[in-house]
């Protein structure tokens, strides 16, 4: 295992990037109500999840 387990790279970005579109997403659908922002949301949930798991992987070394 290494000694930095934090994410790096790609995988940081999509995480980031996530968490910032859901954030984002989540207060435009409290402020304006549209019910499709909903889509929006699970796409950016979607990114974070994908984020993690690239880390995750990466993290194993490519073993499934």
């Known amino acids: 295992m290494t000694q930095n387990t934090s994410p790096r790279g790609l995988a940081l970005a999509?995480?980031?990037l996530g968490i910032a579109a859901t954030a984002a997403c989540?207060?435009?659908?409290?402020?304006?109500g549209e019910p499709?922002?909903?889509y929006a949301t699970a796409?950016?949930?979607f990114t974070q999840f994908?984020?993690?798991?690239?880390?995750g992987w990466?993290?194993?070394g490519g073993a499934r």
Request: charged letters at 10%; glycine letters at 8%.
């Open 36 to 38: 499709s922002w909903r």
């Open 43 to 45: 796409g950016a949930c």
């Open 14 to 16: 999509l995480i980031v």
């Open 58 to 60: 990466t993290l194993r």
């Open 50 to 55: 994908t984020g993690w798991a690239l880390h």
């Open 26 to 32: 989540l207060s435009l659908m409290c402020v304006t």
